[in-house]
């Protein structure tokens, strides 16, 4: 599809977005909103006629592209059988879709419950391991996000849990491994695993194994960094869990559905968790859904025992129906593999030359279609290009970055110090190398701020 300007139309967009819309994470009257046209695959544009290839894939969900046409004519069809129906009831497509995740994710987490996103699926997780075990703590890590709910931005470990933060939730924060910026000097990946699971273990002996319900973790952590676990480590957390009964989340809703070349980034590390955390690239975001997984034992809990807890669209059949296309695509299409593929040929090797030859860069890390660029003022010291939760003119570094890519037609992904690389999971190699020169541009702007 060509875009077509009409900046009148986009003005009046921009106008009613103004006096309207009150956006999250926000402060209201310091944003800007671009005012967006369309979209089709890897691409965005708005009502200049701009174009974008959007390395940001939406907030990391759109793994099969914009607009793909099985998934839109999904809706469509699905919209003109059977447009809603209660969750209490069975439904094809809501039967359909929990059929088609169970089949894929591991081990036997074979019930699928639904929910409306990535954050409700996350207190709904952390409601059942508490019925479960009868026991109230979760510990969680930081720099981690597990959504914006109450419980989930409890258990959040990055700025944004500050301002509601109760400290009343029953949740203790750990250091989870990132050698980086290790927290246990250690200098090896063997050490990092090794050090992390003495905190982690000496942290549940603190607490009380007894006390504690779950202990929740992104298998690949994404908005706060993308640090891929260190080998071993997530099966130690696997055997520390085993160990004291405690029910072990993996929270997927970013990872899973292809986005790191596996079907959910558990199987990079054959760790089989007891309850699942999905979302956005379930049905790469065209209709809200999310779910929890459920392993065989915490569902016969509540066998005859009713679960206390629902949503009026609990699976409801038009994001099931996009759920089942979108599910059907990438199996038939190829995408996992794509992902996987290009992230071993292209992205990986490109990634680390642009960190040869931009100081900026001080290190490169991830898988698949899941990698981050983190930024530097000293590669010897590390120090961040900018601040901790940077805000202003704190952050004017990382705006600049922004900026440049921007103007040259890249939309990026920017957290803090660092630029995710993290494109639709459809992405052709052609497409990646088109916005790798303008990453390459837009960190010669990064550059020019180091000490």
Request: hydrophobic letters at 45%; charged letters at 20%.
């Amino acid at each position: 599809m060509t875009p077509q300007p009409n900046p009148e139309a986009g003005a009046a967009v921009k106008a009613a977005d103004r006096a309207h819309v009150f956006h999250s994470w926000s402060a209201q009257e310091l944003i800007d909103p671009l005012a967006v046209a369309g979209a089709e695959g890897s691409y965005f544009w708005d009502y200049e006629g701009r174009r974008y290839l959007d390395f940001s894939s939406g907030l990391v969900y759109t793994n099969v592209g914009y607009q793909h046409p099985r998934v839109v004519a999904a809706i469509q069809e699905q919209a003109g059988r059977l447009a809603t129906f209660a969750p209490a009831f069975a439904v094809e497509a809501r039967s359909e879709a929990a059929r088609l995740i169970a089949e894929r994710t591991p081990g036997d987490l074979d019930k699928i419950f639904f929910t409306n996103g990535g954050a409700d699926a996350v207190e709904h997780a952390l409601r059942m391991a508490r019925l479960h075990t009868g026991r109230p703590k979760v510990l969680s890590a930081y720099r981690s996000y597990h959504g914006g709910t109450q419980q989930a931005v409890n258990v959040t470990g990055d700025p944004r849990r500050w301002a509601s933060d109760s400290g009343t939730a029953g949740v203790v924060h750990f250091w989870a491994p990132y050698l980086y910026r290790s927290r246990f000097y250690a200098e090896t990946e063997e050490q990092e695993c090794a050090r992390a699971l003495e905190h982690l273990e000496t942290t549940i002996a603190f607490e009380g194994p007894s006390t504690i319900a779950a202990i929740i973790l992104e298998t690949i952590p994404g908005t706060a960094g993308i640090m891929v676990p260190p080998p071993g480590y997530l099966a130690g957390v696997r055997e520390l869990c085993d160990k004291h009964g405690i029910v072990f989340v993996l929270d997927e809703v970013m990872a899973g559905f292809g986005r790191t070349g596996e079907w959910f980034a558990a199987d990079l590390f054959g760790v089989v968790p007891d309850l699942l955390t999905f979302a956005k690239g379930v049905n790469s975001g065209y209709v809200p859904l999310g779910g929890v997984a459920i392993s065989g034992a915490i569902a016969e809990t509540f066998g005859k025992r009713p679960y206390p807890g629902g949503l009026t669209y609990s699976g409801h059949p038009l994001a099931c129906a996009a759920a089942v296309a979108t599910i059907e695509v990438m199996a038939e299409e190829g995408v996992v593999e794509n992902a996987a593929r290009l992230g071993a040929s292209v992205l990986e090797p490109e990634l680390r030359a642009l960190a040869e030859r931009h100081p900026s860069v001080g290190e490169v890390r991830g898988v698949g279609m899941f990698w981050a660029l983190e930024l530097v003022r000293d590669h010897a010291t590390r120090e961040p290009l900018v601040p901790y939760n940077a805000a202003g003119e704190a952050n004017a570094p990382m705006a600049a970055f922004a900026s440049a890519a921007k103007a040259g037609g890249l939309w990026p992904f920017v957290n803090m110090n660092r630029t995710h690389v993290v494109p639709p999971c459809t992405v052709s190699e052609a497409e990646l190398k088109e916005g790798l020169a303008v990453l390459d541009t837009a960190l010669s702007v990064a550059d020019t701020y180091m000490a």
